[in-house]
């Protein structure tokens, strides 16, 4: 600033504008940031709001280091405690040199800087300040001077001043260049920071050369290389990125900046969230695993407690990505058929190769093991997740009727009709997000009643019957019993809580998705893991994958209470059940009334219809290049055969009661089993297509 006039130095206050009192002065000041609060008030995340500016929280003067305190007075106003907010001297002094030098210094004091800073009419425009300007600016520091306290005159300049860029205040400045509060910094940084104040943009050689000065008079330890680089470093540090990886269903309930958004979440089961989905990722970065998600719903309000879109790294908003479901449909397929009575859970289900024709192709499903039981109940097919049973039971139940109900739970990713899902839809080939099938596995956790969930406090969402409860107390029952899932996971295993739960896991084609979502009678947890860029994992399952996650964070839900079975409700029963052949042991099982039963008999092989299995009709089927010519088979499968013959393209080639290995040949085919007297009780035809 310029040289303002003795005589208007000396001239008494007059009547300007009032200026405000240091608690309006603090009651005004936001951050550029909103937060979000949880459940109880405590602040969660924050968002950048405002980009002009980079503000944080106001800093009391006691959380100010006194360091820079000593260094802002010594480079700005070193007469700040004696002047009533003129400096008298310095003015002189400053009118000397700006007769007698070439380059001009002005007198401002802190005081006057802070009306400056109060008051937009006194703040400088390019060309400097009017007369006019200089004038009120001394008569408002003469009236700060008079209502405030010396340490509340710089409590506010600290606050509001910019010392580079974006960077407004003590807070925002002491974070950004040298990653600490302003109640940590020390000698030199205080000196850089002071630096800052007399250019704010000045190149990184001239704040250090001013900053050297400045510690020389200080007397601070050290010599001005080491001032140098320290100012060279905090000068050079990348800026803060402008939003935080707050996903967007968070971000979106965010306010004005400085305002606090209070959320359904609880900080500490999202802590708890965020540190098990780091910690495992870590332990699974050897097998190619590098993202994650958490939700976490409470059961009776649909609240969500949690919401850990990702490890930290990265915006992608895990919990809302669309992602092949795997085997996590399969709970919704079996209630189906239990509710339309078409199952039990003691029904046995034929595990055994199966090829359905598709349009002129061939869908062959595959267990997860590569292994076939022959026959498994409905309970072991579901709690050990076999494929070849489920697709069979979405053959009996309908597909477009698994498609429908997927729908009506809220799977909104189902963008297809059911036709272009096909058979796969019962292994989940099709794509959901974390949220959505996690909601769906709420509802089976309240015995089939359906609600919405929420990020925002609400009233209480009165709860909407969709699936048959007894169904759903059956199918519960089956994803909590360790025995059912142990032919696949074993009895011990992250799946086995010390108290009640339901889970499922899934994984899907090429391991590129991992899933386990469970519940208990309190809480629904849904964890994905694999990556977002949509490499595959190696060699990871459920249980391996995202179950440890999961076992977690329902550890720490429940640590004070444990979870819980519901009460049997009316329409169902328990009875003893056995199987002839024994299939399975004897046990008691849970049957929806009326369709109860003492004994499950599977129809013998010699009693079956006789029918060709493999290859269907229809089938189309390719020549493997990779596979040596002469050793290439076909295997022909027929069911209830006895005595009955293989004839290919009107040529007897065997008995069909075993399977029969056949050479491919290219070119269309007509396969049939025929009976002793030579009439075709089944037939296929198919196609093999050369390479």
């Known amino acids: 600033m310029r040289l303002v006039p003795a005589l208007l130095l000396l001239l008494p206050a007059l009547a300007v504008a009032a200026m405000p009192t240091p608690a309006e002065v603090r009651a005004a000041w936001q951050p550029s940031e909103a937060r979000l609060l949880d459940r109880n008030g405590v602040a969660i995340d924050s968002v950048r709001v405002d980009l002009k500016a980079r503000r944080g ?25 004696q002047h009533g907010g003129i400096d008298l001297r310095a003015a002189g002094q400053a009118a000397w040199d700006n007769l007698f030098r070439q380059r001009p210094r002005g007198a401002s004091t802190i005081t006057m800087q802070l009306a400056g800073l109060l008051d937009a009419e006194l703040r400088a425009a390019k060309d400097g300040r009017s007369w006019t300007q200089k004038f009120d600016q001394v008569l408002a520091a003469r009236e700060i001077e008079a209502g405030w306290s010396k340490q509340q005159i710089l409590e506010a300049y600290l606050n509001l001043v910019t010392f580079r860029g974006e960077l407004q205040g003590v807070g925002a400045a002491s974070r950004a260049l040298f990653n600490k509060a302003p109640s940590g910094l020390d000698g030199t940084e205080s000196a850089i920071l002071a630096a800052l104040l007399r250019a704010p943009s000045a190149a990184p050689k001239a704040v250090a050369r001013r900053a050297c000065q400045l510690a020389k008079e200080l007397k601070l330890p050290g010599d001005c290389a080491a001032v140098e680089w320290r100012a060279a470093v905090a000068l050079a540090r990348p800026a803060p990125a402008a939003q935080a990886n707050t996903p967007p269903a968070l971000r979106r309930l965010l306010g004005n900046a400085g305002s606090g958004v209070r959320t359904t979440l609880d900080a500490r089961v999202q802590a708890a969230a965020l540190d098990a989905l780091r910690r495992h990722v870590r332990e699974l970065a050897e097998r190619n695993v590098g993202d994650g998600a958490v939700v976490v719903i409470d059961n009776a309000s649909g609240e969500l407690l949690a919401y850990v879109a990702n490890t930290g790294k990265g915006e992608v908003d895990g919990v809302a990505a669309p992602r092949q479901a795997g085997s996590t449909l399969k709970p919704f397929l079996y209630q189906l058929a239990l509710e339309r009575r078409l199952l039990t859970a003691a029904s046995l289900l034929d595990d055994s190769p199966v090829d359905i ?16 039981r022959g026959y498994a109940s409905v309970r072991t097919s579901l709690a050990s997740s076999l494929n070849v049973p489920a697709v069979r039971t979405l053959l009996l ?3 477009e009727r698994f498609h429908e109900r997927l729908r009506a739970l809220g799977i909104s990713t189902l963008s297809e009709d059911a036709d272009f899902y096909g058979p796969s839809l019962a292994l989940g080939s099709s794509d959901v997000t974390l949220l959505e099938l996690s909601n769906a596995y709420r509802t089976l956790a309240n015995g089939g009643r359906q609600g919405t969930p929420t990020l925002r406090p609400r009233a209480k969402e009165p709860l909407i019957r969709l699936l048959d409860p007894a169904a759903t107390f059956v199918i519960g029952d089956i994803l909590a019993d360790r ?5 696949t996971f074993g009895l011990r295993s992250d799946l086995a809580t010390a108290y009640w739960s339901a889970v499922k896991t899934g994984t899907s084609k090429d391991m590129r998705d991992n899933w386990c979502i469970g519940y208990t009678d309190r809480y629904t947890v849904g964890v994905w893991v694999g990556n977002f860029n949509g490499q595959p994992m190696w060699d990871v399952s459920g249980v391996s994958g995202a179950a440890p996650v999961w076992r977690d964070v329902m550890d720490f839900l429940h640590r004070d209470q444990p979870g819980r079975q519901a009460a049997a409700p009316a329409g169902v029963v328990r009875k003893a059940v056995s199987y002839q052949p024994a299939h399975e042991p004897a046990r008691e099982e849970w049957f929806l009334r009326g369709t109860e039963t003492a004994l ?16 269907v009709d229809g089938s189309i089927m390719a020549v493997d290049p990779d596979i040596p010519d002469g050793v290439e088979r076909v295997l022909f499968q027929a069911q209830g055969a006895g005595e009955h013959r293989w004839r290919l393209d009107g040529k007897d080639v065997g008995l069909a009661s075993n399977p029969l290995a056949w050479h491919p040949a290219v070119g269309a085919h007509r396969l049939e089993l025929v009976d002793g007297s030579g009439k075709a009780v089944s037939t296929s035809r198919f196609e093999v297509r050369g390479n």
Request: glycine share 10%; charged share 15%.
């Open 57 to 81: 929280n106001w800093v009391s003067l006691a959380d100010i280091s006194p360091a820079l305190g000593v260094a802002v007075l010594q480079a700005e106003d070193q007469r700040f405690m």
């Open 357 to 372: 024709a598709l349009g002129g192709a061939s869908y062959v499903p595959q267990n997860y093991d590569r292994a076939f």
């Open 397 to 399: 139940a309908g597909g």
């Open 483 to 487: 025995g059912a899932r142990s032919p």
């Open 600 to 615: 499950v008999e599977a129809v013998p092989a010699a009693r079956r219809s006789p029918r060709i299995v493999y290859p």
